[in-house]
C-alpha cells in the first residue's frame, strides 16, 4: 500500500485513490482473517468475524461495481452517442431553422401591422 501511495503508478488520479481503497479493505480483511486462528473466539464470535469479512468484501465489489456503472453512464454512453450522430444532417437542420427564422422576420419588417404571417 505504501507503494501505490507513494509511487501512484495510474496516470489519473481516481484509478490511484480507487487502487488505494482497495487495497485498504483488503487490508482489513486480512486482519479478519488473522481473527480466525485465534482459538479462544467463540463460535458466536467467529460467525460475527466471518460476517464482517463478507460485508468488507461485499463493500468492495459494490463500490467498484458502482464505479464503473457511473463512468460508463456518465461518459461512455454520451461519447458513443456523440460519434454516431449523424453531423451533416444537424448542420442542415439548424440551416433550415435559421432560414425559417430570416423568412419570418422578413415578413413582419414588410408588414408590420400583421401578426406572424
Same mark, same amino acid.
Given at each position: 500500500m505504501a507503494y501505490i501511495i507513494h509511487?501512484?503508478?495510474f496516470k489519473k488520479?481516481? $484509478?490511484n485513490l480507487?487502487?488505494?481503497f482497495n487495497e485498504y479493505c483488503n487490508?482489513? $480483511?486480512s486482519y479478519c482473517q488473522c481473527l480466525f486462528l485465534n482459538v479462544s473466539l467463540s463460535t458466536n464470535q467467529q460467525n460475527t468475524v466471518g460476517w464482517i469479512f463478507m460485508g468488507i468484501i461485499m463493500f468492495v465489489m459494490f463500490a467498484n461495481f458502482a464505479k464503473v456503472l457511473i463512468s460508463t453512464l456518465f461518459k461512455k454512453i454520451p461519447e458513443?452517442?456523440?460519434k454516431y450522430v449523424p453531423r451533416e444532417e444537424v448542420k442542415e437542420f439548424k440551416k433550415k431553422i435559421k432560414a425559417e427564422e430570416n423568412r419570418l422576420e422578413e415578413k413582419c419588417r414588410l408588414y408590420p401591422h400583421n401578426e406572424l404571417a
Open positions: 509511487v501512484q503508478p488520479r481516481r $484509478a480507487q487502487e488505494i487490508l482489513i $480483511a458513443a452517442y456523440h
